[in-house]
């Protein structure tokens, strides 16, 4: 039996999710974006937005979230506009603090993460 996110993930399943919306228009979210929740689960919550809040309750990385919900991206970021709204979460961009090159990440790390992500 299929758990309560193990749903059929097809383009109509998605289609309800996001209550037929298709873009987040004027975000700020990318897919390094680190979300924290700011609130428990709520009776009658969406499952989808339980779980986010659940997996947030540590800062977690837009990509991140749409890894453990198998979901696009896409899907995940309309998601995460309607909990930021409602200040459920909060959205801390990454660090653009300037690093010295000793500082960045092997390069063999940053195309490891890339094929990672496009296998999402």
Known sequence: MAGPLE???TPDR???VTGGRTSTQGSSLDVVTLIVSECDPAPGMQSESVRILELCRHPMAVA??????NMP????????CDL???????ARQPSSAAR?????????????????LQNI
């Open 14 to 16: 998605f289609y309800t």
């Open 73 to 80: 991206i896409s899907v995940v970021k309309i998601l995460l």
């Open 64 to 69: 991140e979230i749409a890894s453990h919900l």
């Open 100 to 116: 010295r090159k000793d500082e960045l990440p092997a390069p063999e790390l940053l195309e490891q993460v890339l094929v990672g």
């Open 84 to 90: 930021l709204d409602t200040n459920r979460v909060t």
């Open 7 to 9: 749903h059929d993930n």
